[in-house]
């Protein structure tokens, strides 16, 4: 193969991840750079461009590069803009693939939202493999979601369909979401919100838990996780309540697109049989009849150091060689 490469960026908050994948989604060469430290994006794009030429002259060079893949929060597939993501520096609408395109010498880039190549990556690389209707949910700071539907993923008419993490599941006394509304999913389903759970069930309650000898604004998800583990009733309760609703969620995303599997991916996930036996218990406690044990409950097979990279990356296999500005 003339070009046996593709470049997989992730981009977050704190950090962008960046490396060299083979086409057996094994990472050869890799690199990070602070994304939080430039506020300009062009300084930003000159960072992670010196930072992306090292990798490549490692790989052979940029003739054994057939792509780049990106994985940025907002990111919009149809124009290789990020558009106006709340916890990236910068501001507005950024045309981060061309911007990277012609740092790289031309190599053709192509960009979607975080969720989304989580979703292409289970299906080139991991538990997707062979799946033609699936939904990916990344359970992180948010809970974020690529809907794969007939072995597409679903853009919809602007590129942002598929906020499945801001659907609202509750509505009355919901709690606020960093995205200004009330009751969506992340703000019960995520790492964060697993934290807010505790914090609120230890504030309305006086029973015995070993979360009790932290300070209540700290306690992350891992501590959850960590006291479950020894046999914290309180944090094993935690768990249940995050998957009922999580849960409640699914059996209606099954509805809606009745896939082969839901796969979980992301660091909440981590907590294995914890958060996934009260998940499926309520997915089929709340499932339509019809849909009833026809949609299995998968976690991630893509390796855990590599994930955000390899997922990014499964699109850079999607790349053409044409002008980016017929792309945006």
């Not at 939904?135 to 992180?140: C, D, E, K, M, N």
């Not at 479950?228 to 309760?237: H, P, T, Y």
Request: contains cysteine.
């Amino acid at each position: 193969m003339d070009k046996p490469y593709v470049i997989g960026i992730d981009i977050g908050g704190t950090n962008s991840v960046f490396g060299v994948v083979d086409t057996r989604g094994n990472v050869l060469y890799n690199g990070s750079i602070k994304t939080g430290k430039y506020e300009d994006v062009n300084d930003y794009v000159r960072a992670l461009g010196e930072g992306l030429q090292a990798v490549i002259r490692s790989a052979g060079g940029r003739d054994k590069i057939k792509g780049i893949g990106v994985g940025a929060p907002n990111g919009n597939y149809f124009n290789g803009c990020i558009e106006f993501a709340a916890n990236l520096p910068w501001k507005g609408k950024v045309p981060l693939a061309q911007l990277i395109s012609d740092r790289t010498g031309g190599i053709p880039v192509t960009l979607t939202n975080d969720a989304n190549a989580a979703a292409i990556g289970e299906m080139t690389y991991g538990a997707a493999r062979g799946l033609k209707d699936f939904i990916v949910i990344t359970l992180g700071t948010g809970v974020g979601s690529g809907i794969v539907c007939g072995g597409n993923l679903v853009y919809g008419h602007d590129g942002f369909a598929g906020e499945l993490g801001h659907t609202t599941v509750r509505r009355e006394n919901g709690r606020l979401c960093g995205c200004g509304r009330h009751g969506c999913l992340e703000t019960y389903a995520s790492a964060t919100g697993v934290a807010r759970t505790a914090r609120e069930l230890l504030t309305m309650r006086t029973d015995a838990s070993l979360l009790r000898a932290l300070e209540p604004d700290k306690i992350t998800s891992k501590d959850v996780f960590d006291a479950a583990v020894q046999g914290d009733k309180l944090s094993i309760e935690i768990f249940d309540i995050t998957g009922e609703i999580l849960g409640e969620a699914f059996a209606n995303f099954v509805a809606f697109s009745s896939p082969e599997a839901i796969i979980l991916f992301g660091g909440l996930s981590k907590a294995g049989d914890l958060i996934m036996e009260p998940v499926k218990r309520s997915m089929e406690a709340h499932m339509l009849k019809v849909f009833q044990g026809k949609t299995r409950l998968l976690f991630s097979q893509l390796k855990e150091s590599d994930a955000a990279v390899l997922g990014a990356s499964a699109l850079g296999w999607e790349a053409k060689d044409e002008p980016m500005d017929a792309l945006v």
